[in-house]
C-alpha cells in the first residue's frame, strides 16, 4: 500500500442496508477523516479521529458511525442506508490534527443508495 | 454561521492567468488550504496560508489577507491539465477544515 486506499471503489446498495466502507492508511497519520461530496456542495465533514482509539463527529454525522481501533484503519458504517446518502465518500488523513500539515486523500467511494 | 464562498465556474484561456477568489467567514481562523480536484479524482493539496501575504510554488501562488477573510489562487502559464475544480478549505477553532463548494475552471485553446 502506498498512501490512502479505501473499498470499495462503488457500491450500489438497498435501502434499509448495512454497509461500511473500508479505509486504509500506510503513513502512520495520527489523524483521519470521513467526508462526503455531494453536487454544488463542499465536502462536508462526518466524523473524523484525531488519534487511534478517539473519535468525533463532524459536520453531517446522523446515520454514520465510525471506529478507530488501529493507527490505520478508520471504517466508515451505514447502519441502514437512506437514498440522501447517496454521494462520494472520501477518507483523509494528516500527520497531526492540531498543526498546519495537509490533508491526503484517498480515491473515494461512489455510493448510491436505491 | 461558517461559510465559505467561491465563484461556481471560471473559464480561461490556455497561456493565460487566472484568479480564483475565496472569500470566509468561520469560527477562528487556523490556516487556509487550496487543492485541485480533477473530475472524479481525489483533491490533492496544491498550498496552505496561515499568515497575511503571498506564497509561490511554481506557476501556482496563493495570497491570504486575515483581516479580510479573503484569499486568492494565482494560476499562471495556464495548460489544458489546468482544467479542474479548485477548492478552498479554511481550517476553523477546532482545527476541522471547512471547505467551499469549489470553482470549476474551464481552460480553452
Known sequence: ?114 | GQNIDQPTEMTATEGAIVQINCTYQTSGFNGLFWYQQHAGEAPTFLSYNVLDGLEEKGRFSSFLSRSKGYSYLLLKELQMKDSASYLCAVRDSNYQLIWGAGTKLIIKP
Open chain 1, 1 to 114: 500500500i502506498a498512501g490512502i486506499t479505501q473499498a470499495p471503489t462503488s457500491q450500489i446498495l438497498a435501502a434499509g442496508r448495512r454497509m461500511t466502507l473500508r479505509c486504509t492508511q500506510d503513513m502512520r497519520h495520527n489523524a483521519m477523516y470521513w467526508y462526503r461530496q455531494d453536487l454544488g456542495l463542499g465536502l462536508r465533514l462526518i466524523h473524523y479521529s484525531n488519534t487511534a482509539g478517539t473519535t468525533g463527529k463532524g459536520e453531517v454525522p446522523d446515520g454514520y458511525s465510525v471506529s478507530r481501533a488501529n493507527t490505520d484503519d478508520f471504517p466508515l458504517t451505514l447502519a441502514s442506508a437512506v437514498p440522501s446518502q447517496t454521494s462520494v465518500y472520501f477518507c483523509a488523513s494528516t500527520i497531526s490534527a492540531g498543526e498546519g500539515h495537509e490533508q491526503f486523500f484517498g480515491p473515494g467511494t461512489r455510493l448510491t443508495v436505491l
